[in-house]
């Protein structure tokens, strides 16, 4: 069992950056991937970043070069840093996390969401 806490939303205007956290409790010893997700009404949920137990790093093509996922050394907590955020960035933001080295795959553990909304 891991639990997902998420914090760093909030409404910013364009151009400027946020950074959120997601800290994972419980079964942290065990190898697993964390990714960031974001969620509009009526769309579908999008995997923005992912980070595997060994590094490897995955970005969709709308956010590559603006956002950094990252671990802390204790692999306890992955980081997402937006920069240069644009009102299309709008949306709810969930840590979520999955057993095992994949970047694809069905995440089995979710945050409860944080709201970022960039104004224009």
């Known amino acids: 069992q891991v639990q997902l806490v998420e914090s760093g939303g909030g409404l910013v205007q364009a151009g400027d950056s946020l950074r959120l956290s997601c800290t994972a409790s419980g079964r942290t010893g065990v190898a697993y991937t964390m990714g960031w997700f974001r969620q509009v009404p009526a769309k579908e949920r999008e995997l923005v970043a992912a980070?595997?137990?060994?590094?490897?790093?995955y970005y969709t093509d709308s956010v590559k070069g603006r956002f950094t996922i990252s671990r802390d050394n204790a692999k306890t907590t992955a980081s997402l840093l937006m920069n240069t955020l644009k009102p299309e960035d709008t949306a709810a933001y969930y840590c979520?996390?999955?057993?095992?080295?994949?970047?694809?795959?069905?995440?089995?553990?979710w945050g409860q969401g944080t709201q970022v909304t960039v104004s224009s």
């Open positions: 979520a996390a999955k057993l095992g080295l994949a970047i694809k795959g069905t995440y089995d553990y």
């Open positions: 980070i595997s137990w060994t590094g490897s790093i």
